[in-house]
């Protein structure tokens, strides 16, 4: 039996055949360009699952048990509709019913963190733990709860909203309309944007150096790597960051105990090391909850992918 899953993300749709050992046989993906017409995208949508189902060899109607679908926002499960997702600026969309005017075997759809977080607990870094968290850190923040195996949406499906959560009262502005979220202060776009100000400030520093006195080109590598290279602002800047993150994970492991938190995205992986500073800073702080593992997430973000494989009733 193969399954089809797919990751609608605000920039690119990515779909991938899967087999019975979720193991991803076939890949495809195509821009989103999510200013486009709704109708127009999931047309796209559905051209792509069923040339990701060839690509496999595949017939869509008779192979492929099913496809699931990650999207950014918050999803009611059981009506198929799209609360609302702030990047794609939608509210009460029948996604499931638009879908299935091009797609005609069963269809199901789920937040995309939701979707990486069952496939981390059943496959990946929080495998064998019945009370877990996922964490993405990268543009955005955004999270699953997975509470006695199985996703916890709360009662209106938008659990897990971390970056949302306020840790500065009045703080930065975030791209959700509030002010100080968490992920004003600890998302990838935060750290660029502290960086620039370092720079701009110390024209002395290893940062305004690596980006030839242009700010513009300031991403969340230059930071890191100006540190690794011993400037004093640049490892405040990192430091800083981390302590944020820190911060934000200490409050989720505060309110929900999880034997568990993984933590997914680019810069974890590629900056060795960092897990231990942020682990290291939420030990200290956590009220007597010692025993929650920090881990860094295994899969990355075919994570949604699997994930969404993994949908049913």
């Known amino acids: 039996m ?11 749709i990515s779909a ?26 999931i047309a796209d949508m559905a051209a792509l699952v069923e040339k990701t189902a060839k690509k496999a060899g595949l017939d869509l109607e008779k192979d492929i048990n099913h496809v699931g679908i990650g999207c950014y926002g918050s999803i009611n499960r059981k009506t198929g509709v799209l609360v609302y997702s702030s990047y794609f600026g939608l509210r009460n969309i029948p996604l499931i019913d638009e879908i299935k005017k091009f797609i005609k075997i069963p269809v199901f759809i789920e937040n995309d963190a939701n979707c990486y977080a069952l496939a981390e607990s059943r496959m990946g870094a929080t495998k064998g733990l019945k009370n877990s968290v996922l964490v ?45 979220c968490w992920a004003a202060y600890a998302s990838s776009t935060a750290l660029v944007r502290d960086a620039r100000i370092a720079a701009i400030r110390h024209p002395e520093s290893k940062m305004f150096e690596m980006v030839n006195g242009d700010v513009r080109l300031m991403s969340y590598k230059i930071p890191f790597e100006a540190a690794m290279e011993d400037d004093v602002y640049a490892k405040d800047i990192v430091y800083k ?18 034997d568990a938190i993984a ?26 909850q010692k025993d929650t593992k920090i881990l860094l997430a295994e899969m990355d973000y075919d994570g949604v992918l699997i994930g969404a494989s993994m949908l049913e009733k």
């Open 2 to 12: 193969f399954y089809i899953g797919v990751n609608f993300d605000i920039t690119n």
């Open 16 to 41: 991938a055949v899967v087999d019975e050992n979720r193991n991803i046989i076939a890949k495809e993906s195509v821009p989103t360009l999510r200013h486009r017409k709704l109708e127009v995208i």
């Open 136 to 180: 993405t850190i990268g543009t955005a923040i955004s999270g699953g709860i997975i509470v006695r195996g199985e996703i916890y949406h709360g009662a209106f499906y938008g659990a897990g909203e971390f970056g949302h959560h306020v840790v500065v009262l009045d703080g930065e502005k975030c791209e959700c309309g509030r002010n100080g």
């Open 241 to 258: 960051y981390a302590r944020y993150i820190a911060l934000g994970l200490i409050n989720i492991i505060n309110i929900l105990q999880p």
């Open 263 to 288: 933590i997914g995205g680019k810069m974890f992986r590629k900056n060795e090391g960092f897990l231990d500073v942020v682990s290291k800073l939420v030990s200290d702080k956590t009220f007597g």
